[in-house]
């Protein structure tokens, strides 16, 4: 394999393991503090949940724009049903557990539907989709009167801000350090969806509608049921990560919650090398992805560096990942 | 090899940015200290405070942004990180970058308030000390909560309302972004226009503290209503957004504008007797300057000890406007 060849393929790993060294060697010990590592993974959970369910739809040659809106009508639902149950006396665990079945429902519904127009509508999946990023925020401020809904259960917070301890790990005022179920969450996901891509038939399938729906067809692969699978998946994806997001908060801001969520999560599609053409990805590069994005909102913080300048650094990295991408097309 | 150039000057380009960012910074480039956490004052350590606003969507927050900057700057013997946030999501992944950079004490205005109380909550569990401005927190997780008297300024603003118009006539609300303090004014002014029947609620809607949204919102609204009297806008950008709506409508006769805030232009109409600003009402953003100033007193005089006189809540008086006191209030020289 050619240098260069290595370099389009690992381009996102080499600059991440980059940034890190960079931070160790300027910022030592503060940066590898436990729990900074920690946070590095826990806190674009949700984004990191979401991005691995579009990596594959976006491999099956789709687009989801709708996932931020989503994450807001999911979670607005999962609070309204803790809700409920808490009021009528319930325990609050398995009222979470109920609530986060129903978010994953709802969340799966949407994806559906957006699936059947998408397959069966003939409209391409931007527009579609634009339709639910727009569609579902409104739903969501419906359900919120416009504003925040507080969720009645502090066993919410509890979950959010619960995990595992992690070993021998002690924080600043000498308490344990959870790794939080967010990130063991985002962590299981993560690893299903590349054995689900890469060791499953439904994995090659999703590849071949992505790089040619005609072959895939002439294959016997019923495409629409393929397309119709993804969005599903991601929608329940989506729920799920509305659950984790609430839980942090344990409220949800109908107008905030998920903002941005679609851009973030099509970002580190992208960066990790995903092509937006189809046929063609990894969830290890999505992972990557995410885990760069928060890097660099970590290193704002620790550099001290006006959080206006976060967008262009983003823009940047972005950029890069696409460049080197199309480098690699050009040379096959 | 070509990929390598490309790379190669990209990363370039990021360093350059970080670096000019840095400067740009609050707070001129970084300090490295081995897993720094809260501690009680120890003689020649340098304290370390955070602060966390909302990104100056409008006015008044670039005024906090503007207040928090000098406000930190008069106090050296301290290290600043200053960053705003767009929505939760991001203050909250600000605030636990903050915790890991070992901060002694975080002054807090709150994007939203309940979305922002469980991780005061857990910072203020791990010892950090909490000074929140403005926009409160849900429960009392504050070490101190210094805010403007927003129950006042919905009365007051609500009660000049119902004197101007003679106690009859239709009005319209402009509400702000969902959080404590929209609450206290809503509530307030809502509760002084029910005890007034002559005064009728025709239109209400959300304009997010926001100059573009509460154009939209108003536009709406105009649409919808053939007579609004007065418009309740409780907030100065809100009122310059309705502004427009009602001039590109045609419509800015034989109605006028209730902001809140105490922009320097509204102000100066005010005190110009422009009849479309008969009055405002004041709101300074500055207070997010007692705040940061709160929390270095604290730090100095040892967090224990201060606690003991230092109020847990602050409640900033709020002042109605007029042209005869306009002056009295118009600072040309401030940012907002």
């Not at chain 1, 030592?28 to 979401?50: D, K, M, P, T, Y």
Request: aromatic fraction near 8%.
């Amino acid at each position: 394999m050619k240098k260069s060849n290595l370099l389009a393929e690992y381009g996102a790993l080499v600059a991440l393991i980059l940034l890190f060294v960079i931070n160790v060697a300027t910022r030592g010990g503060n940066f590898l503090q436990i729990e900074n590592l920690r946070n590095l993974v826990s806190q674009n959970a949700a984004v990191g949940v979401i991005a691995v369910g579009m990596t594959l739809v976006i491999i099956a040659g789709g687009i989801d724009l709708s996932v931020g809106s989503l994450t807001a009508m999911c979670g607005a639902v999962s609070i309204l049903v803790i809700n409920k149950f808490a009021a009528s006396g319930m325990n609050p665990n398995l009222a979470i557990m109920l609530a986060s079945l129903g978010a994953i429902a709802i969340g799966a519904l949407a994806g559906l539907f957006n699936g059947i127009v998408v397959a069966y509508g003939r409209v391409a999946a931007f527009v579609v989709t634009l339709g639910g990023l727009a569609g579902f925020r409104s739903i969501a401020l419906v359900l919120g009167n416009g504003g925040e809904i507080r969720s009645q259960s502090p066993a919410l917070q509890d979950f959010g801000f619960g995990g595992m301890a992690i070993p021998f790990a002690k924080d600043a005022g000498g308490g344990p350090v959870l790794f939080y179920w967010s990130a063991i969450v985002f962590v299981a996901i993560a690893l299903i969806g590349g054995f689900l891509l890469n060791r499953t038939r439904f994995g090659r399938y999703i590849i071949a509608v992505g790089a040619n729906p005609r072959a895939s067809e002439y294959s016997a692969i019923n495409i629409q049921t393929v397309r119709l699978a993804v969005y599903t998946l991601l929608g329940a994806l989506v729920g799920l990560a509305s659950v984790l997001v609430a839980a942090r908060m344990n409220s949800v801001g109908t107008g905030s919650v998920g903002l941005y969520y679609e851009l973030d999560a099509i970002a580190a599609v992208v960066i990790g090398g995903t092509s937006l053409r189809g046929g063609k990805g990894r969830i290890w590069g999505t992972v990557v992805g995410v885990l760069l994005l928060t890097l660099i909102s970590n290193m704002i913080t620790a550099y001290h560096i006006d959080t206006n300048w976060q967008g262009l650094v983003r823009g940047i990295v972005i950029l890069v990942a696409v460049l080197i991408q199309r480098g690699k097309k050009e040379d096959e | 090899m070509n990929r390598f150039k490309t790379l190669f000057g990209i990363t370039l380009g990021i360093s350059l940015v970080m670096l000019v960012g840095c400067k740009a910074g609050t707070d001129g480039g970084a300090t490295a200290s081995g897993g720094a956490g809260p501690s009680a004052a120890t003689p020649g350590k340098k304290f370390k405070i955070g602060v966390s606003i909302p990104a100056a969507d409008h006015g008044w927050t670039a005024g906090v942004k503007y207040w928090a900057d000098y406000a930190s700057k008069q106090n050296p013997d301290i290290e600043w990180i200053i960053q705003d946030a767009k929505e939760p999501g991001d203050q909250i992944t600000g605030l636990e970058n903050m915790k890991t950079q070992g901060v002694d004490a975080l002054v807090i205005l709150a994007t939203e308030s309940a979305p922002l109380t469980p991780i005061a909550e857990k910072l203020h569990n791990a010892g950090i000390l909490i000074v929140n401005v403005d926009r409160g927190f849900t429960l009392p997780v504050a070490d101190v909560f210094v805010e403007g008297d927003n129950k006042a300024f919905g009365r007051k603003s609500a009660e000049y309302i119902v004197k101007k118009l003679g106690g009859k006539g239709k009005i319209a609300i402009l509400e702000g972004v969902p959080c404590t303090v929209n609450t206290d004014r809503v509530n307030a002014a809502k509760a002084v226009f029910s005890a007034n029947p002559g005064i009728q609620i025709v239109a209400e809607d959300s304009g997010k503290w926001n100059r573009e949204k509460a154009e939209s919102v108003m536009q709406n609204m105009l649409v919808a209503n053939p007579q609004i009297d007065a418009i309740w806008a409780s907030d100065d950008d809100m009122a310059l957004g309705a502004e427009s709506a009602l001039k590109a409508a045609g419509r800015n006769k034989n109605v006028w504008i209730l902001g809140g805030g105490g922009m320097k232009d509204i102000v100066k109409r005010v005190m110009d007797k422009d009849p479309l600003y008969p009055a405002d009402i004041t709101y300074p953003p500055s207070m997010i300057g007692f705040g940061i100033q709160t929390a270095a007193g604290i730090l100095r005089a040892g967090k224990d000890n201060a606690k003991k006189y230092i109020p847990r809540h602050v409640m900033i008086d709020l002042d109605l406007i007029l042209p005869e006191n306009a002056k009295d209030y118009y600072f040309p020289d401030s940012v907002y």
